[in-house]
Antibody, heavy 117, light 110 residues
Framework: LQLQESGPGLVKASETLSLTCTVS??????????WGWVRQPPGKGLEWIGS???????YYSPSLKSRVTISVDTSKNQLSLKMTSVTAADTAIYYC???????????WGQGTLVTVS | QSVLTQPPSVSAAPGQKVTISCSGT????????VSWYQQLPGTAPKLLIY???KRPSGIPDRFSGSKSGTSATLGITGLQTGDEADYYC???????????FGGGTKLTVL
């Protein structure tokens, strides 16, 4: 299984950050697995953004819920992230990852750095 | 400051053993499943331990996990220079309805 994030590396403040995670070597519609986004500001720790089951309702970190939308496109085997009204504090490496119901993130993408200018 | 508390750094000599603690509360560690991740410099995190004490296939038995009450511990024996990395604990918090990660612990193998 491989996950690959893609999207603009530079986003202007107040605009919307949009990222896509393409899943290969497996189906995003797999039973029992969830798909999520985790970010890591440069030199800092990990922060969970949110997760979704392929056919379920996404759930988000309370601190980001008002600005984030996560969705799945099963026809393209892709996970997406949209974050509105970004600021410099949203500058981070963004990872997509797969986990089971106990939140064990067992597959990760390589991550993509998004800088908010 | 993270809700899950880890020591910022630990160190030990090659071949020795080290433990990394993760302290939480009844709404997270005590009643949910703890995972541990290794992040080598410049790479994505890698799952080392899930369900408190289980190792994914391919993870050597030098790595172990345990949990007692509101604390969890990662143990690494037979330290190697290649183990130098940042280590994070992670768990669901039932009260906050969010996944929490510890602040991370930098392991130095002297």
């Amino acid at each position: 299984l491989q996950l690959q994030e893609s999207g603009p590396g530079l986003v202007k403040a107040s605009e919307t950050l949009s990222l896509t995670c393409t899943v290969s070597g497996g189906s995003i519609s797999s039973d029992s697995y969830y798909w999520g986004w985790v970010r890591q500001p440069p030199g800092k720790g990990l922060e969970w953004i949110g997760s979704t089951y392929y056919s379920g309702t996404p759930y988000y970190s309370p601190s980001l819920k008002s600005r984030v939308t996560i969705s799945v496109d099963t026809s393209k085997n892709q996970l997406s992230l949209k974050m509105t009204s970004v600021t410099a504090a949203d500058t981070a490496i963004y990872y997509c990852a797969r986990h089971s119901g106990i939140f064990d993130f067992n597959y990760w993408g390589q991550g993509t750095l998004v800088t908010v200018s | 400051q993270s809700v899950l508390t880890q020591p910022p750094s630990v160190s030990a000599a090659p071949g020795q053993k080290v433990t990394i603690s993760c302290s939480g509360t009844s709404s997270n560690i005590a009643n949910n499943y703890v995972s541990w991740y290794q992040q080598l410099p410049g790479t994505a995190p890698k799952l080392l331990i899930y369900d408190n004490d289980k190792r994914p296939s391919g993870i050597p038995d030098r790595f172990s996990g345990s949990k007692s009450g509101t604390s969890a511990t990662l143990g690494i024996t037979g330290l190697q220079t290649g183990d130098e990395a940042d280590y994070y604990c992670g768990v669901w918090d039932s009260s906050l309805s969010t996944v929490l990660f510890g602040g991370g612990t930098k392991l130095t193998v002297l």
